[in-house]
């Protein structure tokens, strides 16, 4: 038993899973925010757009009497607002990452690039030769 216990640490420790747990709690919290951004404010105003209309209390009652069964279509719509609110902030979000790091990545190439004194062509950053003209490279070039 200690040494499926021994696994269990070894695998809770490792930095992915750790990772996952971090996303899941952020995951959690940020639907919250959503949920408030969606069923507090853009809700209301969709509604005051349509004629005030409450999306929280649409329904469709089948049936008659205390048995009578309420379909609450207005939660659905809400929870479609919700899911395509949380679909563009996190394209947004990775939208804006991709751009960051292509943004420091061409950076990181421009700064790295030399250019050979001789042909005027770039070359690796240690490079000792050429790879165009052939031309020894000094050391400071």
Known sequence: MSKFADEFKEFIAQGNVMD?????????????????L??????????????????????????????????????FIQAIIDFLLIALVVFMLIRSLNKAKKKAGKVEEEAAARTCPFCKQEIADDATRCPHCTSEIPAEA
């Not at 969709?46 to 999306?55: E, H, K």
């Open 38 to 75: 969606v069923g507090d404010i853009i809700t209301p105003i969709i509604g005051a757009l349509m004629g005030g209309v409450d999306f929280s209390g649409l329904a469709i009652t089948v049936g008659e009497g205390e048995h009578a069964a309420n379909i609450g279509y207005g939660a």
């Open 20 to 36: 996952m747990v971090v996303g899941i709690i952020i995951g959690g919290a940020f639907t919250a925010i959503v949920g408030s």
